[in-house]
């Protein structure tokens, strides 16, 4: 079963920007669509972003316009730029494949108002 390690989370102010890296323990031009989701405190984890093997995108209505997720084939990584963030994104951010129940470990996003 593939594995991702999410890592890029930090503090930033409300306005910054941040990009999150993730690894695949597998190519993933053999993974069809891989998202990012997040989990805020007190929260259920929610699905953000996706993209296909193809590049196709799609996002959540609330990040639509400031997220731009984006995969590179060659280095097995799936990357999610973060821009004009808010304090409601703070969350931590998983990658993963949809309907996969095996989690990593996130990597942890806090937007200071």
């Known amino acids: 079963q593939v594995q991702f390690v999410e890592s890029g989370g930090d503090l930033v102010q409300a306005g910054g920007s941040l990009r999150l890296h993730c690894v695949t323990s597998?190519?993933?031009?053999?993974?069809?669509?891989i998202g990012w989701y997040r989990q805020a405190p007190g929260k259920q984890r929610d699905w953000v972003a996706s993209?296909?093997?193809?590049?196709?995108?799609s996002y959540v209505d609330s990040v639509q316009g400031r997220f731009t997720i984006s995969r590179d084939n060659a280095k097995n990584t799936v990357d999610l730029q973060m821009n004009h963030l808010k304090p409601e994104d703070t969350a931590v951010y998983y990658c993963?494949?949809?309907?996969?129940?095996?989690w990593g470990q996130g990597t942890q996003v806090t937007v200071s108002s």
């Open positions: 993963n494949v949809p309907g996969s129940d095996k």
């Open positions: 993209i296909s093997r193809g590049g196709t995108t």
């Open positions: 597998v190519s993933t031009f053999s993974i069809r669509t």
